[in-house]
């Protein structure tokens, strides 16, 4: 294989990158550190494996014919599964590279450069990214002291709504829900977390204006495979195809398409984790509480903890070098510790270095 | 799970949608049917199989831990695999989700909305495609009679040149390279196909003016690897972080960047798989040619068969019914069939299926 020397020289093509990507920052995901030592509460992985049926099914496409050739375009199967599964039309179904693929595939379709995109804060921050990356404009919209939304919201192209919300695992009602589409060109509804919600508290599109909603999930959670990149969103079947032009063709591959599939059949293991992490993200709350930390009620698969005793960015130095991983976040200053919630064990470790440190 | 039965409904949010997106066709990718007795011969997929590090490297990466947690966003193991085997700078590689991934973050970073992409014609249509979803202008500088450059070009934000060309599978000079890197802003040398180019045929960006060339290329196509989704683009490194704030924080999965690593590594078993794809390359070339058909010389692992005494499409169809599938491609009332090089048997099957035809 010939190497292209060019590597080696200093590229003009730096001046001619757009100005607005240049004055960007760049989203910084958590640590990825390698060391397996450490324990990884700061991304909201799943502490349980995947379900034993995504090891076949992965194994099952691991011939040399499904390597060499391109996957489903549309993901066919998986729309099929996941369509049974949800009891809903395939065609509304849009398979996605992990769901941030998704987020971008929603800016690009709905938001021109100079555009509006709008979402509450503090939230999470790759919607600002985004919009910076699609040259647009980006407005926050403050919650309530409670986790509700303020209003009157500015008429986006585009508004994102996590629903549970990061960092807090708070939900919005689905009132608020509908008078939020109301204001907006298109609202998404960004429900990464919606698998760790409890049923009635949850405010749904069901009932919600739902003539302009679309819905964004991933399976990097709930399913235990953020490696596998996979999400999917639902929409109607019409705005489903006008996304579908711009997606890359093949955004998902062989392997995690046949992954995503057994993962979403097998529901009865996934209500088996989901039961074990709700159970734990009672009592880590509890514990945590008793620690002197104000902890927002969650519907998510993390606890948002604050305390003005302390500052908590020593905390979560503190807790690193001790090998555990917690996500420090800081809003203007209105900052905590985001923590995942893991095995009733990791929690228990957890638990027992904090108390020596606060 | 709970299912949102908003799918049921009329979505107003397809009115929102960008004009630009509406109006567009959308890429049409080569046809991916399911019927395990068809030949395919239409997307210049590999017929040979991956090389067999690539199974015990996926294999070795397919454990709860690795699925459940998040991959490594810059792909550093890729990096320095790929390093290593092409004497670069790790720090001046970007992986992609395969390379429309990386042509998807290259237009993102260089072209704003009103822009100008520019690329020759007949080539690779997703160009245009990519110009539409970023609302950008789109301009095609038709390439000479003998697949050389035309000059002049305009000055565009983005030139793609895919060298060597589909469908052509012919290649520029060096000097043609340089010349068309002066007349635009940033120049993408799509080297999707030059892993099977003759080596002093191909015109590199080495000895070009390479200030302001990025290079992109696959590992679909060389390395047997359509179904896992994994390309890379090489650029200067300061080019590199600027891209890596465009692309998608983990574009790539935990499992393509496995076997993306292990195939690279691979550098004998790409060689012997190079050598026996050239070798049927030429001996299809002789014999549609035999067959009546003008066989442009290539240096990929296609072949652009034409002729002028009977329309090819009908040709396409018989040889669909007949469950081979080629590429029949139309440009402006320009047409021909874009044959992938198979097997020595696949071959023999196709040229005897053709005998009988033409």
Redesign the interface.
Known sequence: ??????????????E???AN??A????V??E?LND?DIL?LN?N??????SPR??DA??A??T??????????LGDSFRQSAGR?????PD?ILIG??S??LL?ILT???????GLIASPTPSYI?YK?LAE???ARFEKIPFTDDWQLRFPWPRA?LAFLPNPNSPSGTVVSQNQIAELAGQV??LVLDEAY??FAE?GA?G???S?S??????TRTL?KSY??????FGYA??????VR?L???K?????????LA?AAAAIED?EY?RSVKAKIVATRSRMGYELARLGFAVTPSQANFLWCRRDDHPVKPMYEELKRRKILVRYMNYDGYDGLRISVGTDAESDRLLAELKTIV
Chains 1, 2 share one sequence.
């Open positions: 294989m010939s190497a292209p020397r060019l590597a080696a020289t200093r590229s003009g093509a730096l001619s990158i757009r990507i240049r960007m920052q760049g989203y995901p958590g990825q397996p990884k991304t992985e799943n502490p349980y494996p995947p995504v090891f992965i194994k496409v691991l040399s014919d499904k390597l060499r050739k391109y996957p489903q375009p599964v949800l009891g809903i039309d509304s590279n992990g941030d693929d971008t690009r379709a709905f938001v021109p450069e100079g790759l990214s990356i699609q040259g192209e060109n298109a919606v698998d049923a949850l749904s599109a069901d919600a739902r003539l302009n909603i679309i819905v990097s235990s495979l953020a490696g596998i990149r639902i929409a109607d079947p019409a705005v006008e579908i032009k711009v890359d063709s093949y955004n998902c591959d062989v392997l995690s992954a529901q996934f």
